[in-house]
């Protein structure tokens, strides 16, 4: 084999020395393990452009998810709030002061009046709701009922029914 034995760069294509490891034109390497492991810093670079990304899309979720989990929480707590009332005004009812029983009367659209807000908050889906709202609406329908009537026992059955 003669020393001015040439051969082409495998990147830009120039006539290089056939023993050349590296082009002097591109300054590449000629062999495919090599020309990688040149490229290794870029390669390299490229894996950690793409865990920020995977990191900054889990961060946004993440982010999503506590704003989530606050909103229930101030809906809990407002629940919270809204039982505390009605506990009180039941406990004063209770006392056997007749006209603090007038109270009572007033609970139960005051509380469905705070599911419903609460509803909003959580962003409960239609389903859901309706099957809430329904339970309650039952509950109401049953407690309204005199005792031994057909409308108590038929509202007591959509109780169960709901409640299963």
């Not at 056997?96 to 109270?103: N, Q, V, W």
Request: with cysteine; proline share 1%.
């Amino acid at each position: 084999m003669s020393e001015n034995a040439t051969q082409k760069c495998r990147h830009c294509y120039e006539k290089i020395s056939q023993q050349a490891k590296v082009c002097g034109h591109c300054h590449l390497y000629q062999t495919r393990w090599r020309a990688l492991l040149a490229n290794l810093q870029s390669l390299s670079n490229l894996a950690a452009i793409g865990l920020l990304a995977i990191s900054v899309l889990q961060f946004r979720e993440a982010r999503e998810e506590r704003v989530k989990a606050e909103t229930a929480a101030k809906a809990v707590q407002q629940l919270s709030l809204t039982v505390s009332e009605v506990l009180l005004a039941t406990s004063a009812a209770t006392k056997g002061r007749f006209e603090d029983f007038r109270l009572l009367e007033l609970t139960a659209p005051y509380v469905r009046r705070k599911v419903e807000v609460i509803f909003n908050i959580l962003d409960l889906a239609a389903p859901q709701r309706q099957t809430t709202l329904g339970v309650y609406e039952a509950y109401q329908r049953w407690s309204s009922a005199s005792e031994g009537t057909l409308q108590k026992s038929a509202a007591w059955e959509d109780l169960k029914r709901l409640l299963q």
